[in-house]
């Protein structure tokens, strides 16, 4: 089952990394969604799949019996998907007052911190 | 050398700095008054040093020291034997006559404190340098000498030339202690040796060795910098844009010298082979005819002392790399007169400008009567620097034609280049001490008198050190010269010339020399007139090269800074994404790591590909989504796809977090995009979409083949195996995952509320602050009408 998801992770990629390359902000705050889900799923398979059974001690026992999922990478993901949701929130409303404040949502348009007629500096001492 | 005795050394190597911390406040509260105590901190020095010349006069050396980073082996050593106590006493000694000439120069001066502190610190960094012997105890010394001459040329910051000069300085001296930093660390690695005294015991390994000419020339570098060998001389004569205690004590005496030490230091180590016998004649020489046809050619004290400086440090070099017993006297004769004559004269061309107003020699007359002492003390040292008798000057020369005088064409060369340039720096001597002094007087900018005794003892000690020297040579070479010229030659190397000549060539090349100069002293002005002709044909030379580096520098940064951070977003994220597509793929590719073929899956279902494949669709419809809100529903297809996938595999609390995550997402991107009055579509040129599209396949080929190569590989369950057997007796959850996060790792869940806390406040200023000027205001805008993009 690995390689198939390996496969699908791949084209989570793809679909970020090309969403991210825009200009605009929208497409690479929807990057920004895809790639969470793509780093996710990478951890998710790294970490070997098992069908069906979650990381539970069934009741009166000390240990499970069978071979349940990996619970490790799962705790690591749920970290992480909380967290690149409010990440995802803060760059949504960064992207929303950028527009507000420079009517734009083109990135290259944004050259507050980055002047494009920044002059050569001084040659004297 | 005991504990005790170890531990005053390293109080000596400490003084000049700990007198530096004081400096500003004793300044403070005894005006100029302050150089007097201060000086006691070099004159503690000297007498220190002194007491050890009898241990090393005997053949003895010191040494000691303490473990510095034991790990990679550096030490903080040093060593004393002839030689460095020979500079650690003028250091010391001109040091003490320095600061004492600083008070008085620079009296009543606002930032003497500042000044009088960048001075001691100078002389700490170059009595370090001198008696270190491990190589990074000499190479931080040696920087920190750069560093504290780049403060004190560049002392007066106000002035343009003043910071071009320090700049100027620092840039040529500190590149030339990084090639030198690479040369000692070359020799560490080839030979195993991390220090002087070890290197001098360890005879023809370096010369033997693959690496010495690589060594050499990286060395040379760090000397030929420092000691201002042509065509890296220009920063010398610049850096006399410096209050003239500094170009008396460091252009002249002690930090010029600093490369004339290191080749010294090096020659049994490095000496003795072809490379070093051409080398150092070849640009010593060069140095020496190019410093004094400049230096003539100045009307500036100043300058023109400064040029000959330059010519002098070329003939030391050449002497130190000749190859004869008695070329390394002679170096190391010259050596001490030049430091006792140079750094009197420096002082003497300083105390004329104090009290006239001028250094322009051709505006100074007849300051003889005004000036006695300082006339007295100029003429002495100009007689020893024009190499006349009764002055130790005469016995430098002498020897300097005894080790030069042979008939081969070689030998011949460099006897004639002697001659020139010891007759030019005559012509020099003569300049600077009697034009200013001789003739009727003239008007000068200040009424000259005679300055304070802090302006005259200075130059009377050091003119009348250059005459006692000579007097008692018998005394002085058994103290100094020979226990100097044994640790340069490496071998016991007695000195024994006195003022009585014997008749023979050199005394005969003396006199040449001595006629040459007068003749040329006489005709100064016509030669100062030719030579001006001449460079003003030639019109370009290293000091303007220099600019034009500087700026060019600039100006590729420039350049390159405009190319690589052109200010746009999108170029950041490709060359990102392009970088670590290139370093998954290429130590795959390069170390032959690709994962296996991978075999179809037997196992899989139906259901799970009908998932995999509906995710795979929302991505398609994403990129290719016409319009933003289509885009935008799609990207919550392939979320919930990966939720299910979550689901199917065993994960139920991953996947109720990702539905309603997606969820939000999606709801707050759709109510967030119809506030903004945008085009319906982003339009990306076809160009952009295939480097776009190239990088991206790139990237999730990368990440595909790096994931299938893990999940090939064996997986360490150690910290599962953990978790799943402890989870209950430990921390009594049943669910494993809950106990990880609550419990086993609930201070990283703290760090995870913690961010998300703040990316909250962050939101709740972003939208609270406003700026002054807005330009659009969309937030007092109804919520926009169900347009056709809406609807779409």
Known sequence: MEPVLAIFVGLLFTTAIYLMTSRHTIRILMGVAVLGNGV????????????????????????PLIPIANPLPQALILTAIVISFSFFAFLLVLGFRAYQELATDDSRDMRLAEPADDPLPPLGY | M????????????????????????????LKQNAAWVLAAAPAAIFIYMLAHLDAVSAGGTITGGFAWIPSIGVDFSWYIDGLSLTFALLISGIGTLIVIYAGGYLKGHPQLGRFLSFILLFMGAMLGLVLADNFLTL????????????????????????????LQALIVTGGGGLLLLAGLLLVWNVTGIGSMSELLAAGDVMRDSPYYLAALILVLGGAFTKSAQFPLHFWLPNAMEAPTPVSAYLHSATMVKAGVYLLMRLNPAFGDTVAWETILPVFGGTTLIVGTLLAVRQTDLKLMLAYTTVSSLGLLVMLTGFGSEHAIEAAVLYLVAHSLFKGCLFMVAGTIDHEAGTRDVTRLRGLRAAMPITFAAALAAAVSMAGLPPFFGFLAKEEIYYALWATSPWALTFTLVAIVGNALMLVIGFAVALKPFLGSPVQTPKHAHEGPVMLWLGPVVLASAGLLAALLSGFFHAGISTPMASAVAGEATPVSISLIPSIGMPLFLSILTVAVGIGAYLAVDQLRGAIAKVLAAIGWGPDRGFDQFMRGLVRFSFRATALLQPGRLDFYVKVTFAFIALALLLPMVMFDELPQWPAWPSDIRFHELAIIGIGILGLFAVIVAKDRLTAIVSLGIQGFAVALIFMLFGAPDLSFTQFMVETLSVVILALVMTRLRLNASDYRPTGERIVSGAIAIAGGLAFTLYLLKVTQGTLDMRLTEFFNEFSRPIAHGANIVNVILVDFRGTDTLGEIAVVTVAGLAILALLRVRTRHRTRSVVDAPIAPRTAEGEA
Do not use: C, K
Request: aromatic share 12%.
């Open chain 1, 40 to 63: 996710n799923l990478l951890i998710f398979t790294s970490g070997r799949l098992t069908r069906d059974v979650p990381p539970i001690i069934p009741a009166g026992l000390d240990a």
């Open chain 2, 2 to 29: 005991g504990a005790e005795a170890a531990g005053t050394t390293l109080a000596m190597m400490l003084l000049p700095f700990i007198a530096a911390l004081f400096a500003p406040f004793l300044v403070r509260q």
């Open chain 2, 139 to 166: 190479f931080v010394y040696w920087e920190l000498t750069s560093i504290t001459s780049f403060l004190l040329i560049g002392f007066d910051h106000t002035r343009e030339a003043s910071r071009r000069a320090a």
